[in-house]
């Protein structure tokens, strides 16, 4: 089969044929119809990503919508012809969905909604994963709550203000100002953070008392900002980039909470992965009611624009997920 191969990390990927696999026991054979990248796509290739524990030769690619083609023994949930999405591979030593098929882990895939698209299905799993771990299995976000996403129009974040505000959260974001206007379509009420001190929008949108979960999918300085925004004693501030230096002072004056967030340890270590599934399974009945969409970058790529893909992703110059046409 074809697929993009990483032989040396900073180097260019090559298209290249490769052994098909075959479904082993727990496993299904995916013929992938479309890959998703993600900045951490990127950050492997440039090998600027230890914590994917990244082996060499690889095929990169986390997010995967295909269609089953075969099932290894002791998976019943899934048949040839079914139209699949999950985050199955591209770190560690798993095979990625930058290729024709792909054997993936059945406890990683879920059934993808039949209102979205190969490619709108390939866009989510990342995201929604992440988003869902930070803000239903760590804050729990509950019905009125005010949760405000840092980075809300980026690819975590968008995703975080509709799942927010499906769980009935009034939800605030952070954008600049080129993003205020995606921010308020998926329903949050912008704040551009380029124009706006954190005192001045705390004060405006919570009277001063703080939010009661802050989602910081940017790191570094937005981290530290989250930790002088949150509710005392209530809140709780969650990060998927919390990985720098941090006084963790302002959170402790406020007798809050924080949470991290790292969406990989599953396809990492192998334990806890029928969570993604699950995760994903309850993601595909949010875009079924048509609470949840992503945002897709409107240019079509392939594998021949592999590296053309991964520059507009580095460059920030995508609007909106960008996907790989695979087949």
Known sequence: MRAVVLREFDTPLTLSEIEKPTAGPGQVLVKVEASGVNPLDTKIRAGKAPHARRTLPAVLGIDVAGVVEEVGTGVDDFAPGDEVYG???????????????QAADARLLAH??????????????????????????????????KVLIHGGAGGIGHVAVQIARARGAQVFATASSSGLE????????????????????????????????????????????????????TGHVLSALGWGTHSIAPLSFRAATYSGVFTLLPLLTGNRREHHGEILREAAKLTDAGTLRPLIDPRRFTFADVAEAHTAVEGGTAQGKIVIDVG
């Open 87 to 101: 985050m199955t591979g591209g770190v560690g030593d798993l095979q990625g969905s930058l290729a024709e098929y």
């Open 182 to 233: 995606a921010v308020e379509r998926f329903g949050a009420t912008p704040i551009d953070y380029t124009t706006t001190p954190v005192d001045e929008y705390v004060a405006e949108h919570t009277g001063g008392e703080g939010f009661d979960v802050i989602f910081d999918t940017v790191g570094g300085a937005v981290l530290d900002a989250s930790f002088a925004a949150v509710r005392t004693y």
């Open 112 to 145: 993808r909604s039949a209102t979205l698209t190969a490619r709108e299905a390939a866009a989510l799993p990342l995201v929604a994963i992440t988003a869902w771990e930070g803000l239903v299995d760590r804050a729990r976000v509950q019905p009125g709550q």
